[in-house]
DNA sequence: AATAGTTGATAGTCACAATTATCAATTATC
DNA sequence: GATAATTGATAATTGTGACTATCAACTATT
């Protein structure tokens, strides 16, 4: 059992998502709506919420309500995640791909049809799970640039 | 006379400023505030906008009124421009600028002693100049993640 | 089979971000 | 030297984004 699996393991009821968090639960409903969020979904359709999720989140409602970024300037920001280079897709990918070629939704909440990303959960993707904290996005961008010297 | 000069020449009084963007004084004064502009200022701190001035502000209004995007929201959007690799500062530089260390600011808002952005006027920087307008953004992490391939 | 919790959807509330109005003091223009 | 425009600052306005309440239909649990 690792750590980090526990982490990631959706456990949590949409109901006691929202109790630990202090939230209703149109809220959260609305967060998965506007493309900041992708519960875990059951065959049934329920969601399930992590540990790592309730992180996600409380990140998202700090940018809202402390730094008053609204919902949308969110998703612009995780619109430019460079995912291509995370996910190191190829030339005819790009050009095809609706997130490299938009910039106002994040990459997951695109198809992928034709591309490396067609048959990834993007819930398991890392662009989604690693890039998408409080101030990571920045810090990835650091690190790519950083390469060249 | 090149036309790029021209377009970047300050002609535009403030109140001329705001009736070809069909907004009031106030907000023209309250986006410089928010470090959203950088107008030229005469010796006498009077205000004066160039064509390109126009277009970026209304590359704004577009973000805020049709996008949704917060003013805070394009601040932290600006924030990510990778100046750092435009201006190509050092090491050390990066240790102590409060531009690449933040997230919430952009970085022409700063000053910037002891780095190579010293004596840089911000409004004449590429940085500045070049990554402001709608969409260029997202183009600009894409040239550099590219050159790498 | 009955209770509790979920689903998506619509309608309502409310705080506040974005904008404007207005001010006295300063500066430009003629 | 008088008029018009600018300065920064504060107060007032307003549109709406973020959130919640509530609904009937469905699913899980006992």
Not at 31 to 59: M, T, V
Not at 97 to 113: K, L, Q, S, V
């Amino acid at each position: 059992m690792d750590f980090k699996v526990d982490r990631e393991e959706p456990v949590f009821s949409i109901s006691t998502a929202a109790k630990l968090l202090g939230i209703s639960i149109p809220t959260l409903r609305m967060y998965e709506k506007e493309g900041l969020i992708l519960p875990f979904k059951k065959e049934s359709h329920q969601r399930l919420y992590s540990e790592a999720d309730l992180e996600r989140i409380r990140c998202i409602r700090e940018a809202i309500n402390q730094k008053k970024i609204s919902i949308n300037g969110i998703k612009a920001i995780y619109s430019l995640i460079p995912c291509w280079e995370v996910v190191h897709c190829s030339e005819e990918d790009r050009k095809i791909c609706g997130a490299f070629n938009g910039d106002e939704e994040p990459c997951w909440t695109y198809n992928h049809p034709n591309t490396v990303c067609e048959n990834i959960e993007c819930r398991d993707c890392i662009v989604y799970k690693n890039y998408s904290k409080c101030g990571t996005i920045k810090d990835l961008l650091k690190n790519i640039t950083g390469k060249e010297i």
